[in-house]
């Protein structure tokens, strides 16, 4: 350690020499001076961490020195001025003059090294505290936070305000207790947060709102310590921004950004929490699980936008429901707040907490039913959707909430499944038939990875010559247990889980290539393939199409796709352009079922279509009946007008392609001709010319 170096400045060589002596056995190195010029030039050539002045010396006086050097090292030396003994005027100038301390004359030898280290320490300490305060007071001023200082009794004695974050509207005021600076809550809370860490001595932290006068939002955080029993200090943050963005995580966690109902995780927590207390009251709750009919073909062929709109304005009915007080249950009272949610797709669920029977649920979930099948207007079209809602309830259907949300889920499909627009309640057996669309869907998958799938022709007869100039190709599942399973058995399923897609792939390709071997076997086939609406919505057809025909080879005027009216439901630019480059690719275009739709004629007149295809339900009654044979006649000379080919399907008798033949049908498609038939089997059935149903006898000969 370094020796601490003291200057003594004295004209009286004595007293020089024994302030040295004295110093020196206490361990102190000494430099001396004769007098204050002396001990200034000292100064300028060495550093002290002391100095003892001579209050009388010739040419400059110890005053004159002391206020130099406080002049020169500011307040970090410390300076010991020695004066007479009771000449309290020489020790008042002495102060004045910025000295530390005195020593009086006489001086007592033995204890001046004592008296010269306290004063010393002493300076030391007060350096020390300076800094820490300096300190202090950069790190305050560097704080974002505003700092109030209260007295024991939550009086507010000193205030720093940051420069940012609290707005000057919510910011306390000096002399103001926490009950006059805060609303009456907030001072509470604030008071208690003080309590508490004056008697922890540990600090606390509480946040609360404010009302702004500026009319914004505004939060603040307080950390309270206490200084000792008495004082605390707060520190305030405005933490506005923050809790925003936590109100808006939460918001995204737990609700739907598109409808703004609850989110499956919040509708799982809710129902958790539901169901514990059913429990514990012995109550009964439901849970409903809703989807809207048809939702799929809907977004495919009207587009995700008016999709979206569809499911807002849905969501938006179902609030609207179970606003209280709609409710109607035979006890509203225990009925509790219903909670919504989507769980995904155009999937909703809603929570009934308290019902007094099962009843009740079935009321709600008619009413939901009821108020979704009102027209919806959606891009300017009214758009009639219905939905199916299928309902668990607890403890009879399920003890917990994922098991309730999987039967109300498999109760829907039944809805579905017994013709849509309906309400049901879960039953054991239905989960077997959830577990067999399990199964399905897993079998059409193997179907199409294993080539189980194979395709059937069925011919269409031309009127004109009895000739077959086009085939419809009909696809069907050759299960392993060699079942062959037809076509609505699981093409509506396909649509349904997303498969669709691939299996249409599959059949364009198979059909083409069958296509183009006829052709090279010298048949004049052209094959027509059923295109599910969803496939004609899917972006890259052309492409698909477009290779198809090229890795088959078959030129493009032997391929005719048959669209359903539902299809082209969107009467839109991207309709009239898909459709449009399919026919200058040369591919003929059929409406099929056409009458079973809500195709109006000006969308008819403008789309490029070749050929209308009359569904078999108007086909079925003929000859009798009146207003079937009316309804042919009327789509007959509808397309005649508009320049289409019409096809008639379903034709099972003479008779009825007689009349069709009479009202100028140009081809006919039935089981009076032929069922379809494997591929192998075409060429023989192509080669057979069926008589000429006008104005003959339409007679068949199978021989
Ligand atoms: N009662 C009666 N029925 C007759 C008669 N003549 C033909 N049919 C049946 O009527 C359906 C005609 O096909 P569709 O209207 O396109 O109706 C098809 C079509 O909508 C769909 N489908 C079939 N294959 C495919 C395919 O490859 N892709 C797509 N997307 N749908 C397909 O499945 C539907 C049913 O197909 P299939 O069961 O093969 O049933 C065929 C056919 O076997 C008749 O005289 N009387």
Redesign the pocket.
């Known amino acids: 350690m370094s020796s601490t170096r003291i200057l003594v400045a004295d004209d009286d060589p004595t007293a020089r020499l024994l302030m040295q002596a004295a110093l020196g056995k206490s361990g102190f190195e000494v430099a001396v001076a004769e007098d204050g010029e002396e001990a200034l030039q000292a100064f300028a050539h060495a550093t002290f961490d002391m100095v003892l002045l001579d209050v009388e010396m010739p040419r400059l006086d110890g005053y004159a020195v002391c206020r130099e050097l406080r002049r020169r090292c500011g307040d970090a030396l410390p300076i010991l001025m020695v004066t007479g003994m009771d000449d309290t005027a020489s020790i008042e100038a002495a102060f004045e003059a910025g000295a530390t301390d005195f020593v009086a004359k006489p001086i007592s030898w033995p204890l001046l090294g004592h008296r010269v280290r306290y004063v010393l320490r002493a300076t030391r300490a007060a350096t020390a505290l300076r800094m820490a305060n300096a300190r202090n007071a950069a790190m305050l001023d560097a704080f974002p936070d505003t700092l109030l200082r209260l007295d024991a009794a939550d009086r507010i004695v000193e205030l720093r305000a940051a420069p940012t974050g609290v707005p000057s509207c919510c910011m306390p005021a000096v002399g103001q207790t926490l009950a006059e600076a805060y609303p009456h809550e907030v001072a509470t809370l604030l008071a208690q947060a003080l309590d508490e860490a004056r008697r922890s001595r540990q600090p606390s932290t509480v946040d609360f709102p404010l009302a702004c006068r500026t009319g914004r939002p505004c939060h603040q955080e307080a950390r309270v310590s206490a200084i000792d029993d008495g004082e605390a200090l707060c520190l305030l943050r405005d933490i506005t921004e923050r809790k925003e963005y936590e109100t808006r995580i939460h918001h995204l966690a737990y609700f739907d950004s598109l409808t703004g109902l609850a989110n499956r995780r919040s509708f799982l927590e809710r129902l958790e929490r539901e169901i514990r207390r059913a429990l514990q009251n012995k109550w009964r709750l439901a849970v409903l699980f809703l989807d809207l009919d048809r939702f799929k073909s809907i977004n495919d062929t009207l587009g995700h936008a008016a999709g979206d709109a569809l499911l807002q304005q849905a969501a938006e009915r179902l609030r609207a429901i179970t606003r209280p007080g709609d409710i109607v249950a035979h006890d509203t009272d225990r009925m509790g707040t219903a909670e919504f949610a989507r769980l995904g797709g155009d999937e909703f669920t809603v929570l009934l907490p308290t019902i007094s029977r099962p009843d009740d649920a079935l009321a709600i979930a008619e009413r939901i039913r009821a108020s979704i099948c009102a027209p919806f207007a959606i891009e300017g079209q009214e758009l009639c959707v219905t939905t199916s809602v299928g309902i668990a309830v607890f403890p009879d259907d399920g003890e917990d909430a994922a098991t309730l949300i999987k039967h109300a889920d498999i109760a829907m499909y039944d809805a579905k499944a017994n013709g849509r627009n309906g309400c049901r309640y879960y039953n054991p057996a239905l989960t077997a038939e959830a577990v067999h669309r399990v199964e399905l869907e897993a079998g059409l998958r193997r179907a199409l990875a294993h080539d189980e799938l194979v395709l059937m022709y ?1 011919p269409q007869v031309e009127v004109r010559d009895g000739s077959i100039a086009t085939v ?4 069907r599942w050759q299960t392993p247990d060699g079942r062959l399973v ?3 058995e699981f ?1 509506p399923f396909a649509e349904e889980c997303g498969l669709i897609d691939a299996i ?1 792939s599959w ?1 364009l390709r198979r059909a083409c290539h069958d296509a183009a071997q006829w052709q090279r076997r010298g048949l004049d086939l052209r094959v027509a ?4 609406p969803v496939q004609f919505r899917a972006s890259g057809l052309l492409d698909r199409i477009r290779e198809a025909l090229a890795d088959s080879d078959l030129p493009a005027e032997r391929l005719e796709l ?1 669209i359903t009216e539902s299809a082209l439901m969107a009467d839109d630019a991207d309709t009239h352009a898909t459709l449009a480059a399919l026919r200058t690719l040369g591919i003929g275009i059929a409406l ?2 056409f009458g079973t739709g809500y195709s109006s004629l000006s969308c008819l007149k403008r789309l490029p279509l070749d050929k209308l295809k009359i569904d ?1 339900s108007f086909v079925s009654g003929l000859p009798d009946d009146v207003d079937n044979h009316a309804i042919v006649r009327a789509i007959v000379a509808l397309a005649r007008h508009l320049g289409f080919r019409i096809a008639a ?4 008798t003479a008779a009825q392609a007689e009349l069709l033949g009479e009202l100028e049908a140009d081809s006919l ?4 001709f032929s ?2 038939v494997p591929a192998a089997e075409l060429e023989a059935l192509a080669s057979r010319r069926w008589p000429p149903a006008r104005g003959t006898q339409f007679r068949i000969d199978f021989s």
């Open positions: 069925q419809e190709a009909l696809v037809p076509p609505l093409i249409g059949v393939v059923n295109l599910s048959e099929d079922d078999r399907e379903g034709v099972e498609q039935g089981y009076l069922r379809a």
